[in-house]
């Protein structure tokens, strides 16, 4: 028998794995393989996943890296978090626009100050990495000098980032506000110098919600999202009931909320809308038309007493949705406490959200949401090796409630209600470590 010539790659992960098949969250296909590996080039690509007996027969490792006791599984995608936000979370006793008011907008003009975004933009991407997060869809200041620097911060992590600077000219303090012009100037210099840069970088245009941009704003950002095919759109979108009654007051043309961004032409493909809790039936099948994405927040829908996402809806019109923290109304960095958290939401509308589709929702629906399927969201040999390494063992209550679970399933499930940020051991982005627990 002719013996069989092995590939030679960079590096073998071994270890459990949990992993997501390309599937969909109404029929999501998540897999467990012990004592599996991954075996990944020098640019990050997956070259094999099975089993580390199997990987082996295939492939010649310049190194490998052994996780005993722990589950690799792909870096979670969070696509809705505010940078300029993450120093605010738990502020006692607002709902969403007195909240803006009184803590948030004081706090984004303190977080434009180069200094304070300098200090506080390299700690953002850590606390992410310490989460398991790999990649996010960020909410940066209104300040371009502070979008930059928190750029420059991502590109310095190693994280998988689309950034947008927050838009606005209207309803806010007037130093967070830009005027349209200043505002597209402000859009395309940072698309020009950031947009696709080191393959991992993107922008995203980023209304801040519609009461707080004028008509000519919106129109000025659907005109920059026709221009640039490749960048992302991201904003906000039903969150509040007294938010919807706003938006009827000042946009008295349009027939709903979402026609306040469909009629300047920003919701498409590339479009990630967050919360969506109060839409209306017309508004969820036209989302459903337009192939518009879902970032449910469901830790800052609790806090804000926002209302309980009707994921039943948008899963029944097949709209991709996906997890985001929304650090600061979020309560927490961690992907993991946020899908325990999402569970509960449906839980308390007699719903039911199965292990496996909460899974998807931070893997592989994440990256539908953000257009980066073909790179990340679970281990398929061509994609990205973005991967988190858990270990379980290291908590005593967790470890007891792990060996008496039956299935992977469970044991994943189990770990939502008991995430804590020193259970992860490693986590990289493109093979790349990124954190490594001391
Ligand atoms: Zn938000």
Redo the contacts with the bound molecule.
């Keep these: 028998m002719k013996p069989v010539t092995k590939h030679v790659c960079d590096q073998i992960f071994r270890g459990t794995l949990w992993n997501c098949n390309n599937s969909s969250f109404i029929a999501p296909d998540f897999e467990e393989i012990t004592d599996g590996a991954l075996a990944i080039d020098s640019q990050g690509k997956i070259l094999g996943v099975g089993t580390y007996t199997s990987l082996k027969k295939l492939f010649k490792a310049k190194k490998e890296t052994h996780f005993k006791d722990s589950v690799l599984l792909p870096g979670f995608v969070d696509t809705?978090i505010?940078f300029p936000q993450m120093n605010q979370i738990g502020c006692h006793g607002e709902s969403l626009l007195g909240w803006l008011e009184k803590y948030i907008y004081p706090e984004e003009l303190r977080m434009s100050h180069p200094k304070q975004a300098e200090r506080f933009s390299s700690l953002f991407f850590r606390e992410l990495f310490q989460n398991g997060t790999t990649t996010s869809l960020v909410?940066s200041s209104s300040d371009a000098g502070s979008t930059d620097i928190l750029f420059k911060s991502a590109k310095a992590s190693g994280a998988r980032a689309i950034i947008g600077k927050v838009s606005m000219d209207r309803l806010a303090p007037k130093e967070l506000t830009r005027s349209v012009s200043q505002d597209k100037d402000h859009s395309e210099e940072l698309i020009s110098k950031w947009h696709g840069k080191e393959g991992r970088l993107f922008y995203a245009l980023t209304p801040r919600f519609s009461p707080a941009c004028s008509a000519s704003m919106l129109k000025m950002l659907g005109e920059l999202a026709q221009k640039h095919k490749g960048v992302r759109i991201q904003t906000?979108f039903s969150e509040n009931t007294d938010e919807i009654q706003l938006v009827r007051k000042l946009f008295p043309k349009s027939k709903d909320y979402l026609h306040t961004y469909e009629d300047f032409g920003l919701l498409n493909e590339r479009t990630v809308l967050?919360?969506c809790i109060h839409a209306t039936s017309s508004e969820i099948s036209r989302m459903a038309k337009l192939n518009v994405k879902v970032s449910h927040?469901p830790t800052?829908n609790l806090f804000l007493g926002s209302g309980l996402f009707p994921m039943d809806l948008f899963s029944k019109k097949e709209i991709n949705m996906s997890v985001?923290t929304?650090i600061g109304?979020g309560t927490s960095f961690s992907l993991w406490t946020t899908l325990g958290a999402a569970y509960t939401i449906q839980r308390l509308r007699h719903q039911d959200v199965s292990t496996a589709q909460l899974f998807y929702l931070a893997t592989l629906g994440g990256a539908k949401a953000l257009g980066l399927e073909n790179d990340i969201g679970n281990f398929e040999v061509g994609k990205k090796a973005d991967v988190q390494v858990i270990n379980w063992k290291k908590k005593a209550i967790l470890k007891a409630r792990m060996e008496n679970s039956q299935t992977a399933l469970d044991r994943f499930f189990s770990c939502l209600f008991h995430f804590e940020k020193d259970l992860i051991e490693a986590v990289f982005v493109n093979g790349k470590k990124v954190f490594a627990q001391l």
């Design positions: 809705h505010h909410l906000h967050a919360h927040c800052s985001g929304d109304a």
